[in-house]
C-alpha cells in the first residue's frame, strides 16, 4: 500500500457530488482532487495532464443511488422524532434525494448534526476501502511527494524572485526615469 495525504474536505465533497456533469479525479502524487466540468477555461490542459498520467489519477466514483437510499433509510431508523419521519419520507420522492433529505433536516439542528456525522463515517469508510482497493490508504501525516516539490519550487521561486528584484534595482538608471532625458 502507498500512502497518500488526500484534502479529505473536497474528497468527501466529491465523493457524494451527484451531478452527472462533475467528473473527479484524485492526483495520487498530491492529494489534490481534480474536478472536470465541460465550462472549465482549462479543461483541455486538464484532460490531457490526466490523459498523460493514467497511473497518477484515480476516478472519484459517482455515489450510488440506490446506496443512497438504503443509507438515508438506515438513518432514519436511528431518528428519534416520530413526526419527523413522514418528512422525511418525502425526501425518497425528489430526483436528488439526498440534498432533500439534508434540507428537510436543517429544521432539526441536533438531527442534522447526528446525520452529518453518521454520513461522513460513513463516506469515509468507503473511501478507505475504494483507495485500499487502489494500493493506496490515507494518511493525514504523510507529505506527498509533490508537496515537497512544491516547498522546493516556491524557495526557487523566491531566490528568483529576490534575484529579480536586485535587478530591477539597477535598471533605476534608464532613460525613462522622471527628471532624465
Known amino acids: 500500500m502507498q500512502k497518500l495525504c488526500a484534502d479529505m474536505p473536497l474528497l468527501l465533497m466529491a465523493w457524494e457530488d451527484e451531478s452527472p456533469d462533475n467528473l473527479y479525479y484524485l492526483d495520487t502524487r498530491s492529494g489534490v482532487i481534480k474536478l472536470v466540468h465541460q465550462h472549465l477555461f482549462d479543461l483541455r490542459d486538464l484532460t490531457d495532464e490526466i490523459e498523460k498520467n493514467r497511473e497518477r489519477f484515480l476516478y472519484i466514483p459517482k455515489p450510488d443511488r440506490a446506496e443512497m437510499r438504503k443509507d438515508l433509510r438506515n438513518y432514519m431508523a436511528k431518528v428519534k422524532s416520530e413526526s419527523l419521519l413522514p418528512i422525511l419520507e418525502m425526501a425518497f420522492e425528489s430526483p436528488h434525494s439526498y440534498m432533500a433529505f439534508r434540507k ?15 454520513r461522513e ?28 516539490l512544491s516547498e522546493e519550487d516556491d524557495d526557487a521561486d523566491q531566490h528568483d524572485k529576490d534575484y529579480e528584484d536586485e535587478d530591477d534595482d ?12
Open 104 to 118: 428537510i433536516l436543517e429544521k432539526e439542528p441536533v438531527e442534522l448534526k447526528n446525520f452529518l456525522e453518521d
Open 121 to 148: 463515517k460513513l463516506v469515509r469508510s468507503r473511501i478507505d476501502e475504494w483507495l485500499s482497493a487502489n494500493g493506496y490508504i490515507h494518511d493525514a501525516s504523510f507529505v506527498n511527494p509533490l508537496d515537497e
Open 170 to 181: 539597477e535598471g533605476d538608471t534608464d532613460d525613462f526615469s522622471p527628471g532624465r532625458r
